[in-house]
DNA sequence: GTCTATAGGCTGATAGAC
DNA sequence: GTCTATCAGCCTATAGAC
């Protein structure tokens, strides 16, 4: 009796705090941080205004909350991509950036609301520079791992340019994912912003020519410090 | 003596006017729309909160007037180099997206701070899809433009494709040039976000690599009348 | 054109009852 | 855990003096 109280008290909370995190989840990826008050999250989650203080203490927190709670599993899938890829014979660039960019295009296009808020989130918030350091505490780990594998995979990278062609890919890939209205406008509605998996379609072989271009430069050019490549 | 004092007049309050403009687009360009307050601007701006009201009616309106202010002109650079690169001989893909690109990171790294501010603001703006209407108004006619002349350069392009490549461009633009720290953290300042020229070298090739391939991709493909390619 | 003063409402956060 | 009531401060926008 007293085990089946707590037990039904632990999932009135968690059910309320996760109500939380979903509307905040889904208002700020719409209106962005401070486009979206305490008031409207806890409205839409049906609870009251003074839970929010109780589950996460402040709005900041609540924030970094939301951005937390998708982070592992995002990186779970892209490593386990990430292993998938480098145990194959002779991995490719493009497969590598898929392994990559894959788990993001299928949580956020799918039948998961929360998850499409969530990637949507990740998208606009990336460039405002407020929570860079929230966000590379979650996804440099990994952005690291995979950038080492781009070196291995393409002689023509060194760190920097890996680094480099990867956040480049990285940029093209959330700015395609925020369902912008101007693909519509300017294709005259051939092409749905909203259909992202089409979107993947086009977006990988564009990153993957880019990173290979990135890299044919490379082999272009003089060795600036040291002459382990061979010149022409 | 009357045309005098009018002339000082007119000057002052083009002045006060400017140089709200000038703080609201700082402002802007570090916290967003929604981060920054009137007060916030006009003080920057060493004036009172009424003539924010006075010269602009609301902050929404004053928010449009920012991005108004300097589009005619990156528009008018970004067609003569458009006009430049058509009357060659054999214009290619990398020296188009050149033209499209080269203005933005002339002004956003120049000695410029409004320049600087400006071409900030675009990229973080764009997308929240908050502001999509007035962007495109600005910015879809020197767009649509640029998109012609990508399907006549490269003829592995139909409009929608070069739509989507050059959306994706863009995309690539504007992230790269937050200033994001992200590039510092990786590669362990092997590279700095803030030095944008250099940023432009990797860009190019890039992003003209990724077109390539998805021309390439459309060559390999059945003509465009014909079956159309599954969605996954 | 520019100012001060202020209206009317919303903000993040807290106190205390239950 | 959840609620209502409330704080002190900030918000956009306006009124009216100069």
């Known amino acids: 009796m007293a085990?089946?109280?707590v037990t039904a008290i632990d999932r009135r909370r968690t059910d309320t705090r996760d109500r939380?995190?979903?509307a905040a989840e889904k208002l700020f990826s719409e209106r962005g941080y401070d486009g979206v008050s305490i008031r409207d999250i806890t409205q839409l989650a049906?609870?009251?205004l003074?839970?929010?203080t109780y589950h996460f203490g402040t709005k900041d927190r609540l924030f970094e909350c939301v951005l937390e709670r998708r982070a592992e599993v995002l990186n779970r899938d892209r490593l386990a991509a990430l292993d998938a890829v480098l145990a194959?014979?002779?991995?490719?660039?493009?497969?590598?950036?898929?392994?990559?960019v894959e788990p993001y295009v299928r949580y956020g296009s799918g039948p998961d609301a929360g998850w499409r808020h969530y990637c949507r989130l990740i998208a606009i918030v990336g460039p405002t520079g407020r929570w860079s350091e929230l966000l590379g505490r979650l996804f440099d780990s990994t952005a690291e791992k995979f950038i080492a594998a781009l070196t291995r995979i393409e002689p023509g990278l060194d760190e920097e340019r890996a680094?480099?062609?990867f956040l480049f890919c990285v940029g093209t890939m959330v700015t395609s994912f925020t369902g912008n209205p101007r693909l519509d406008r300017l294709t005259k509605r051939m092409a749905?912003?909203?259909d992202l998996n089409r979107t993947f379609d086009y977006l990988i072989p564009f990153i993957a020519g880019g990173v290979a271009a990135i890299a044919d430069l490379a082999e272009r050019e003089a060795?600036?410090?040291s002459p382990r490549r061979r010149s022409k």
Chains 1, 2 share one sequence.
């Open 3 to 5: 085990n089946a109280r």
């Open 20 to 22: 939380i995190l979903d």
């Open 46 to 48: 049906g609870a009251g």
């Open 50 to 52: 003074a839970l929010m």
């Open 88 to 100: 194959r014979q002779n991995p490719t660039v493009g497969e590598l950036l898929s392994g990559f």
């Open 163 to 165: 680094t480099r062609a």
């Open 192 to 194: 749905i912003a909203a």
């Open 223 to 225: 060795p600036p410090p």
